[in-house]
């Protein structure tokens, strides 16, 4: 049993270059979830997808944000012209959208550094 | 506005008695709630959740209490362990009432298991 996976785990950047995180989620799992964490915060709400529509988005996606799901199965994360504010563990989870319940499951994060 | 509150950001318990991690929220919407477990430099781990249809939920040495009416949630851990030494997050989400599968996060209690 595969859990939700990220790529990659570490990436350092320069101000002002894109960077792309990709996530693969629990095989059967419909929902996927974009969040953001930096040290002290629990994770923030980004964005969510159940298939392949976008549902939501927060407020913190600024336009430099933009979340993919194209086929509904793995989702890709991209940030443009990175800023060192996005300097965050970014974290993927999913979750089967079924019954009462909605537990989320995380992958490992991937952590970004803006230098 | 933080929605989901942990007052505590850390705690201490001797290894063997009981752990209780608090967690306050505003919103009454919130009807359901989950709590993870997370290490440094890896994704938060789901440990237990329940509905606002129930007031305690049991899973092992994990036990999630909720009190609606003073809009608090606790997780008991007992006996504590030293491998349980991590942040705890809590989380909720208004799911049944607006439709909306994202999940607010308070900002963590650190727990540290004395030996």
């Known amino acids: 049993d595969t859990g939700v996976s990220q790529d990659p785990r570490h990436k350092i950047t320069k101000r002002g270059q894109n960077v792309t995180f990709r996530c693969d989620p629990i095989?059967?799992?419909?929902?996927l979830y974009w969040y953001r964490q930096t040290l002290g915060q629990g994770p923030e709400f980004l964005t969510y997808?159940?298939?392949?529509?976008?549902?939501?988005k927060s407020r913190l996606l600024s336009d430099r944000f933009s979340a993919e799901r194209p086929k509904g199965s793995f989702s890709t994360l991209e940030i443009q012209r990175t800023e060192q504010g996005d300097s965050a563990m970014y974290l993927c989870?999913?979750?089967?959208?079924?019954?009462?319940?909605?537990?989320?499951?995380f992958g490992e994060g991937s952590w970004l550094t803006v230098v | 506005d933080q929605q989901v509150k942990q007052n505590s950001p850390s705690l201490s318990v001797q290894e063997g008695r009981i752990s209780i991690l608090n967690c306050d929220y505003t919103?009454?919407?919130?009807?359901?709630f989950l709590w993870y477990k997370k290490y440094p430099a890896e994704g938060p781990t789901f440990l237990i959740s329940?509905?606002?249809?129930?007031d305690k939920n049991e899973d092992g040495r994990f036990t999630v209490f909720l009190n609606k009416s003073a809009k608090h949630l606790s997780l008991h851990i007992v006996p504590s362990q030293p491998g349980d030494s991590a942040v705890y997050f809590c989380?909720?989400?208004?799911?049944?009432?607006?439709?909306?599968?994202?999940?607010?996060f308070g900002t963590g209690t650190r727990l540290k298991v004395l030996a």
């Open positions: 997808f159940q298939n392949e529509a976008q549902l939501e």
């Open positions: 989380a909720a989400s208004p799911f049944l009432f607006s439709g909306t599968y994202k999940y607010i």
């Open positions: 919103n009454s919407m919130f009807d359901y």
């Open positions: 989870a999913s979750s089967l959208a079924a019954g009462t319940g909605n537990t989320i499951y």
């Open positions: 329940i509905s606002s249809i129930k």
């Open positions: 095989s059967e799992h419909n929902r």
